[in-house]
Antibody, heavy 121, light 111 residues
Framework: EVQLLESGGGLVQPGGSLRLSCAAS????????MSWVRQAPGKGLEWVSA????????SYADSVRGRFTISRDNSENTLYLQMNSLRAEDTAVYYC??????????????WGPGILVTVSS | QSALTQPASVSGSPGQAITISCTGT?????????VSWYQQHPGKAPKLMIY???NRPSGVSNRFSGSKSGNTASLTISGLQAEDEADYFC???????????FGGGTRLTVL
């Protein structure tokens, strides 16, 4: 059974950094695009960043471009999100999501349970 | 990045059919057949219900169907059941807001 499990969340002060990880299992990781999607408390979903299957193509929402970096290690079946210069508005549950193809078009057939990131002093 | 427009809430009685709309622009919904729909129950991760406008993943009930006309995509749920009560989000690939935009979400209440 496909599994995605996020880790690395928690409480961080404004301006701080966190690195989220997503461990993937039970599918051929290097064949699929992956994304990070977040949901602020009581709010809707926001597609934060996507990375193609090979790791060459990446994309970011305007709200995080220049502060967040998505990457993947296909040898370790792990997706990452390096988050710098964190702001209060980055507070959210962050989900790791697997796309149905090698490029991301928003069709996420598997999701992790999510991990909470809280930016507060 | 402008979100796609969904009604905040819809409701229906068991057995009825409801439709949730998702309105975008010619730069997203109108230009691509990469519209997906997700169901989210409270405290849970979203679940893919429809992809590429009208395709159902394996395991999703055929009571769920999707369509598109112009800049508006729609999700129809027929034979409403209590377990369908949830939030529903649409998402479209877009050339102007990479990687893409979600709708604001629709709360479905089964009366």
């Amino acid at each position: 059974e496909v599994q995605l499990l996020e880790s690395g969340g928690g409480l961080v002060q404004p301006g701080g950094s966190l690195r989220l990880s997503c461990a993937a299992s039970a599918f051929t990781f290097n064949n699929y695009a992956m994304s990070w999607v977040r949901q602020a408390p009581g709010k809707g979903l926001e597609w934060v960043s996507a990375i193609g299957a090979t790791g060459i193509t990446t994309s970011y929402a305007d709200s995080v471009r220049g502060r967040f970096t998505i990457s993947r290690d296909n040898s370790e079946n792990t997706l990452y999100l390096q988050m710098n210069s964190l702001r209060a508005e980055d507070t959210a549950v962050y989900y790791c999501a697997k796309d149905r193809g090698e490029y991301s078009f928003g069709s996420f057939d598997y999701w992790g349970p999510g991990i909470l990131v809280t930016v507060s002093s | 990045q402008s979100a796609l427009t969904q009604p905040a809430s819809v409701s229906g009685s068991p057995g009825q059919a409801i439709t949730i709309s998702c309105t975008g622009t010619s730069s997203d919904v109108g230009d691509y057949n990469y519209v997906s729909w997700y169901q989210q129950h409270p405290g849970k991760a979203p679940k893919l219900m429809i992809y590429e406008v009208s395709n159902r993943p394996s395991g999703v009930s055929n009571r769920f169907s999707g369509s598109k006309s112009g800049n508006t995509a729609s999700l129809t749920i027929s034979g409403l059941q209590a377990e369908d009560e949830a939030d529903y989000f649409c998402i479209s690939y877009t050339r102007t807001s990479i990687p893409g935009v979600f709708g604001g979400g629709t709360r479905l209440t089964v009366l």
